[in-house]
């Protein structure tokens, strides 16, 4: 049987990305497996999308821990546990140390709901419609130690409508999110991503 890329997926909220991937799993899209889903909130609705899934959900609370990386030692700890090779930040809302980057190098990813490098950070969606921006969408690159700055894998872009609010355009956004995150992953998968400084190249 071949072999499948364990993959680690990080949420805090309702995990509609995680889902992608788990449907595109099942499809036999990806040469993956979600081995683990992990999210610092119990209450977060992806726990029980793993668990239908029939995926370890597992609660780690940061409250519990001193520190950022005291918290992201024990992550990687658990990363481990489950063989994790890929770690998926899917709507994770944690700063992100170099615990854990350095444990996965080049093997964390994010999406973010902007063409990156512009509107970084929280509430990109609102950052672009305040900003009077023609075209939004979205990035998958791999995280580093900056707040969305790591290299871009890839990238989708929505155009913002006349009358688009937060909810609308995050609504369009999301569907190429659910898009490209899965295709990345495959990319990741199949070894086709090189990284060389800034620039991700795709091979053949």
């Keep these: 049987m071949e072999k499948q890329l364990n993959i680690g997926v990080l949420i ?10 788990l449907d595109a799993c099942s499809a036999g899209k990806l040469k993956a497996r979600v081995a683990c889903v992990v999210s610092n909130r119990n209450d977060a609705y992806g726990l029980e999308r793993a668990r239908k899934a029939g995926i370890p959900a597992l609660h780690l ?4 821990y001193s520190g950022r990386e005291a918290y992201d030692e024990a992550l990687v700890a658990t990363l481990r546990e489950f063989e ?11 700063i992100i140390t170099g ?17 990156l490098p512009a509107f ?3 509430h990109a969606q609102r950052q672009a419609l305040e900003y009077g921006a023609k075209v939004a969408g979205c990035t998958v690159h791999f995280v580093d130690c900056g707040t969305d700055t790591g290299p871009i894998i890839m990238q989708s872009a929505v155009p913002v409508l006349e009358g688009d609010t937060d909810e609308t355009l995050s609504a369009r956004i999301q569907k190429e999110e659910h898009r ?3 295709e990345a992953i495959r990319l990741y998968s199949e070894g086709l991503l ?3 400084g800034r620039k991700v ?4």
């Design 84 to 94: 994790v090779e890929l770690v998926v930040l899917a709507g994770f809302m944690r």
């Design 120 to 122: 970084p950070g929280l």
């Design 201 to 204: 190249t795709i091979g053949a």
């Design 12 to 21: 805090s909220g309702s995990g509609s990305n995680l889902q992608s991937i």
């Design 61 to 64: 609370d940061h409250r519990a």
């Design 194 to 196: 090189a990284v060389d």
């Design 99 to 115: 615990v854990l980057l350095e444990a996965f190098p080049m093997a964390v990813m994010n999406i973010h709901p902007a063409l």
């Design 180 to 182: 490209i995150y899965p």
